[in-house]
């Protein structure tokens, strides 16, 4: 099974004084003069989904790169804590965001122009695993509340989002889709419905939004090592271990599972000016399975002499 857990550009967004970075030559050294520890300095995320596993991952390397972070869940007081572990109120405020409500995804995106300033990502991260079995018996309450958070709680986020980012002139919305957005049969119906949508609501607001200097990207994860996957494969949410010994297993990486950390490096380059030149991407991570890798040789891995027409072989 494969399932996934559940980021910048040139300038900022504006800041209550008005004052906002030129675009143009001048900016185009942002990237050499921030280091490698502060590839975030100065900038203001949000992230739905925060409070545990990717959502969580990324806040902390948020925070480590010099972002300031305003985090969306409904796991209060996974949030609180998580808030608390950041530095508190100077790096990361925490608000309970329910997606499928939009006046609660709106508040939340709000409260980070309120708060800090303005908003340079929008991270889109919460998810659920949703209805799951066959088409003909899921039911249509499953299917709509699958929906709701997997897909309109994105489309709240990016609606809100760029209605700042347009006006500011810059900004990066990361979506999470997964690797069942890009192939069929690697999660539930509702599921790899919305994260097919997904993938082309990035692609559709990426062409919308380009020519306000707003790039939109999305990542499609394999199966990761988080809570929601633990669940999946031990039935509890809480095995981590024993989900990263299944997961490295079956990897087409010898050994190597995927982490919740490799899916928030990618939502740190997505993030950053070093991915100034990319919108409308579909950043997969998941060891090459989405291209054909698994854990087993490909087909032809062996030398034997070229086959021919009628059995011939060689080039004699």
């Given at each position: ?27 185009m050294n942002t990237i050499e003069e921030h280091t490698m520890d502060q590839r975030l300095a100065n900038k203001v995320a949000v992230i739905t989904g925060a409070a545990s596993g990717i959502g969580a ?260």
């Amino acid at each position: 099974m494969r399932w996934d857990g559940g980021v910048s550009d040139i300038g900022h967004a504006i800041r209550p004084d008005g004052d906002k970075p030129a675009m143009g030559s001048a900016n185009m050294n942002t990237i050499e003069e921030h280091t490698m520890d502060q590839r975030l300095a100065n900038k203001v995320a949000v992230i739905t989904g925060a409070a545990s596993g990717i959502g969580a991952a990324t806040a902390k390397t948020y925070v480590e790169h010099g972002a300031r972070v305003v985090l969306g869940d409904i796991q209060d007081d996974l949030g609180a804590a998580l808030v608390a572990s950041l530095g508190g109120a100077e790096n990361a405020t925490f608000c309970h965001c329910d997606v499928t409500d939009e006046q609660q995804v709106e508040a939340l995106v709000e409260a980070a122009v309120t708060q800090y300033g303005g908003i340079d990502i929008m991270f889109n991260c919460a998810g659920i695993v949703g209805a799951v079995g066959p088409m003909s018996t899921t039911p249509a309450a499953e299917w709509k509340l699958t929906i709701d958070i997997m897909l309109n709680g994105v489309f709240y986020g990016m609606k809100h989002a760029s209605r700042h980012m347009k006006a500011a002139g810059s900004g990066s919305i990361i979506s999470m889709s997964s690797t069942a957005g890009v192939m069929g049969g690697l999660g539930p119906h509702a599921y790899t419905a919305a994260k097919h949508a997904v993938i082309g609501m990035t692609k559709g607001l990426a062409a919308e939004v380009g020519l306000f200097g707003v790039r939109v990207n999305c990542i499609a994860p394999a199966g990761m090592a988080t809570p929601m996957v633990a669940d999946v494969l031990t039935g509890d949410h809480q095995k981590l271990d024993e989900t990263i010994a299944a997961l490295a297993e079956g990897s087409p990486l010898k050994g190597r599972a995927g982490l919740a950390q490799d899916v928030a490096n990618a939502a740190l380059w997505l993030a950053s000016d070093e991915s100034g030149y990319t919108s409308g991407l579909t950043l997969t991570v998941d060891a090459g399975a989405t291209t054909g890798s698994t854990a087993a040789p490909p087909a032809f891995a062996e030398y034997e002499p070229m086959k021919r027409e009628a059995g011939r072989t060689g080039v004699e």
